[in-house]
């Protein structure tokens, strides 16, 4: 077909939009595949299980797509087919482990979930034994909003601070700022809490508490807010700051008025992303806020549990009761970060609407 | 909101024409600060400082107590595989070698997907499923690891279980994929499946998969239309011109995502703390139950540790430490030759 096609030189060949042949010999293709590989993979292998079936099923189909296309197309264009089918194979894939793990999570979770005193108890009453109908992780998400609050209070001013420092201020020690806290967002999170824990908890005197291990996720954010803002900043163009200057405008109120608002979508965005890391860190609060079933309000005294370190500690139990808890709490933490990001991209794609 | 736009500056003074006795002397145009922005350069330089002080102290830190370690113990601290306080056995060879074969595991798993993904995204999506597939990578980076990991032990460990028994039975002849069992049992001992790097790995394979992804697509997204066009005009497939003309174009960005990719799987906990069940040997067996990384270390040992142990487990930190900084900083180099690139070409 793809012959007679090409022997009239003066139709254009369709670029955007496939061919009655390519399509019809991919889903012919996916049929075949699916026929064939069952075929191989439960009579000739005789193994069964669905994974085995689909993995022998889309080998099965990808020969069959390359051996039709070879029929009616030069070998470039076969090429061309077998790399747009693996390339899209591998999007596929990707999309579908994120859905299995979202799906999951929540899916596990929703036992938990529907239970209203998950939300408004916390876990001293309710032993690993008990049902659903007891005990609740209030005590962790009061923990994880004080330990976000306090870091993000600690790291937002002083990141941006920083990143104003690095962009418009400059000087002489600004290369060697840039390169350390460059090089620190490398730190890895269990290290930043060890460094916390050996200074401020061993060190200095300081409980294992929220206080505690909102500031060994301050120190994992604030390399990461820092930077992201730098490059925010970077990005507001030169000719506003001249032009504010050339008004008679300070430079603090150049970055005040002009250069802050301009880039305000993005350090939102950046300091809404690294708050999200920072929720949803599970091992500098390992090692710094101590583990308790029971509600604690007050982040200077005593042991604070969060969301994440909830999860892990449940996760260990062999107990089901727990394992549903588990999930019920990493459910409210994807939940969390789900919403955090949303106001991120609102954020973002508002600003582009009003440009 | 509207403040973006219409920017608001404060008066300046007006034009004073002729009528002080000074008017005709030129204001002079050396820039002299003002106080308000002596204040504001002090505040925004001691917050610069503060940040240096709190970053930079950690790698003081962690040098400054990791000095008597390596004294003490010498070389024997990097060799020493076992991590048995009790009996003076303290080194990092197991867990490093862990370390390693984990992000390996990673790493070759997260590659192609990350890059079959990037490329997706920037030659094959249609324009409006390209920004809900952005977006939806960046939401996978924000996944917290806990997630990943809790996912990863009780959705995929029961179920990689059998990739893993599939791999050493017809891989096992390789060292890599050998197991301490025998494979063909017709009842297979599944315990021993369980737990092991190579589950990890695949859990830690998806949390730096996004990462690895973003910086790809970004730097194909910097290749110059231009060329592309001239590679399909001259008749080329769509294959044609990523192969001649992206690939080669974001080789820069697709070494440095995966390395960033590879940082980040070297320092990941959470994940591989749940998946992992903890031995300190080292062993090429990586399906086999049973492995540790050094973050594992420090997080399964810090709670019983005295002040040397700690002090070891801070050397440990910075080794790990090193290691993934020297692999960031690989990362961004190439990252940025394949950007300066860009704006050259």
């Known amino acids: 077909m793809a012959r007679v096609e090409g022997a009239d030189l003066d139709v254009p060949r369709p670029i955007g939009r496939r061919s009655l042949d390519q399509r019809a010999s991919v889903w012919g293709s996916a049929a075949a595949g699916i026929a064939l590989g069952w075929?191989?993979?439960?009579?000739?292998?005789?193994?069964?299980?669905?994974?085995?079936?689909?993995?022998?099923?889309?080998?099965?189909?990808?020969?069959?797509?390359?051996?039709?296309?070879?029929?009616?197309?030069?070998?470039?264009?076969?090429?061309?087919?077998?790399?747009?089918?693996?390339?899209?194979?591998a999007a596929a894939v990707v999309m579908a482990f994120l859905a299995l793990v979202v799906g999951y999570t929540f899916w596990r979770g929703r036992e938990a979930l529907s239970h209203l005193n998950f939300f408004s108890q916390d876990l001293s009453r309710a032993g690993p034994l008990d049902p659903l109908t007891g005990g609740g992780v209030l005590h962790a998400i009061a923990g994880t909003l004080f330990m976000i609050t306090i870091a993000v209070i600690v790291t937002v001013p002083l990141g941006i601070g920083c990143a104003v420092y690095l962009t418009e201020v400059g000087g002489k020690g600004s290369r060697l700022v840039r390169t350390v806290v460059e090089s620190m967002t490398a730190l890895p999170s269990i290290v930043a809490g060890l460094f916390i824990l050996v200074t401020v908890i061993l060190f200095l005197g300081l409980p294992r508490s929220g206080l505690a291990a909102a500031l060994a996720m301050s120190v994992m954010m604030l390399p990461i807010i820092a930077r992201a803002s730098e490059v925010v900043l970077r990005v507001v163009p030169q000719g506003l700051r001249e032009a504010s200057l050339a008004l008679g405008a300070s430079q603090w109120q150049t970055v005040w008025r002009v250069v802050l608002p301009t880039a305000r979508p993005g350090l939102t965005t950046a300091v809404i992303l690294g708050t999200a890391r920072g929720l949803g860190e599970t091992s500098p609060v390992l090692l710094t806020a101590g583990y308790t079933t029971y509600l604690n309000l007050d982040p200077t005294q005593g042991p604070m549990v969060s969301l994440p370190l909830l999860t892990f500690s449940l996760s260990r139990s062999p107990e089901q009761v727990e394992i549903m808890r588990a999930f019920g709490a990493a459910s409210i933490l994807l939940a969390l970060v789900l919403v955090l990001f949303a106001v991120a991209r609102a954020v973002v794609s508002r600003n582009r609407g009003s440009r | 909101m509207t403040q973006q736009d219409t920017v608001v500056l404060p008066a300046v003074d007006p034009p004073t024409g002729g009528e002080g006795p000074n008017a005709d002397v030129p204001r002079l145009l050396s820039p002299g600060v003002s106080r308000g922005d002596q204040?504001?350069?002090?505040?925004?330089?001691?917050?610069?400082?503060?940040?240096?002080?709190?970053?930079?102290?950690?790698?003081v830190f962690l040098g400054v107590k990791s000095i008597p370690v390596f004294r003490t113990l010498g070389w024997s601290f990097f060799t020493t595989s076992q991590w048995n306080p009790e009996t003076g056995e303290i080194g990092i060879a197991a867990v490093l070698v862990g370390t390693l074969e984990l992000a390996a595991v990673a790493i070759v798993v997260a590659f192609p997907l990350a890059l079959g993904l990037a490329l997706y995204i920037s030659e094959y999506a249609p324009p409006g499923f390209r920004r809900a597939l952005v977006a939806l990578v960046d939401l996978m980076a924000a996944i917290p690891s806990v997630v990943y990991g809790l996912w990863g032990v009780l959705f995929l460990m029961p179920r990689a279980l059998y990739l893993s028994h599939w791999l050493s039975l017809h891989l096992g002849w390789i060292p890599l994929f050998a197991v301490d069992t025998n494979p063909h049992r017709p009842v297979w001992e599944?315990?021993?499946?369980?737990?092991?790097?190579?589950?990890?790995?695949?859990?830690?394979?998806?949390?730096?998969?996004?990462?690895?992804?973003?910086?790809?697509?970004?730097?194909?997204?910097?290749?110059?239309?231009?060329?592309?066009?001239?590679?399909?005009?001259l008749g080329s497939t769509r294959w044609g011109m990523i192969r001649t003309v992206v690939i080669p174009f974001g080789r820069g960005g697709i070494i440095g995502g995966t390395m960033l990719g590879l940082g980040r799987a070297l320092?990941?906990?959470?994940?591989?703390?749940?998946?992992?069940?903890?031995?300190?040997?080292?062993?090429?067996?990586?399906?086999?139950?049973?492995?540790?990384?050094?973050?594992?270390?420090?997080?399964?040992?810090?709670?019983?540790?005295?002040?040397?142990?700690?002090?070891?487990?801070?050397?440990?930190?910075?080794?790990?430490?090193?290691?993934?900084?020297?692999?960031?900083?690989?990362?961004?180099?190439?990252?940025?030759?394949?950007?300066?690139?860009?704006?050259?070409?």
């Open chain 2, 190 to 233: 599944q315990g021993i499946y369980t737990s092991s790097i190579f589950i990890a790995g695949l859990v830690v394979a998806l949390m730096v998969l996004p990462m690895a992804c973003s910086v790809m697509r970004e730097v194909f997204s910097l290749c110059p239309l231009s060329e592309k066009e001239a590679a399909l005009a």
């Open chain 1, 39 to 89: 075929l191989v993979h439960e009579r000739l292998i005789a193994s069964s299980g669905w994974f085995g079936l689909l993995l022998v099923s889309y080998a099965c189909g990808v020969l069959i797509y390359v051996a039709v296309s070879y029929v009616g197309n030069p070998a470039t264009d076969v090429r061309d087919r077998l790399a747009a089918v693996l390339i899209t194979t």
């Open chain 2, 39 to 59: 204040v504001f350069r002090g505040a925004m330089r001691s917050a610069g400082l503060v940040v240096l002080a709190i970053t930079g102290g950690i790698g």
């Open chain 2, 267 to 345: 320092g990941e906990t959470i994940a591989a703390l749940m998946v992992l069940s903890l031995a300190f040997d080292i062993k090429p067996r990586i399906l086999e139950l049973g492995g540790s990384t050094t973050s594992v270390l420090i997080a399964s040992r810090f709670g019983d540790a005295t002040s040397f142990q700690l002090a070891a487990l801070l050397a440990a930190g910075l080794v790990l430490f090193m290691v993934t900084l020297a692999v960031n900083v690989l990362a961004s180099i190439l990252i940025s030759r394949s950007r300066s690139g860009a704006t050259s070409g």
